[in-house]
């Protein structure tokens, strides 16, 4: 069974961090680029915020989160870490889990999606 199971998230002040956590069954953890997407209020289309290849050897970020954001991967646990730092108002938003087939693909290249968990930033 393919699943994506997120845990994290919440509200913090800008300035502050939080880490969100993905458990996925083994089938999409060990084939598919991992990572997030967030749906920013008022904002039409998700945006892929950070992926993460299934070998842990390549990371790719959205310019807006670069150097403030870290992805990761626990293999021992399938399970994919994201380490927000330096948070800001803008960031806030209902982030996915996602596995994809291509690390820096768009929408229609995601396999499975997480039910999404709230992230709000306040200033």
């Known amino acids: 069974q393919e699943q994506l199971v997120e845990s994290g998230g919440g509200s913090v002040q800008a300035g502050g961090s939080l880490r969100l956590s993905c458990a996925a069954s083994a089938a999409l953890y060990t084939r598919y680029c991992m990572g997030w997407f967030r749906q920013i209020p008022r904002k039409e289309q998700r945006e892929r915020v950070a992926?993460?290849?299934?070998?842990?050897?390549?990371?790719f970020y959205h310019a807006s989160v670069e150097g403030r954001f870290t992805i990761s991967r626990d293999n021992a646990e399938n399970t994919v870490h994201l380490h927000m730092g330096a948070l800001r108002p803008e960031d806030t938003a209902i982030y996915y889990c996602v596995a994809m087939r291509y690390c820096t693909g768009d929408y229609s290249d995601v396999r499975s999606w997480g039910q999404g968990t709230q992230v709000t930033v306040s200033s």
């Open positions: 992926t993460i290849h299934p070998s842990g050897a390549s990371t």
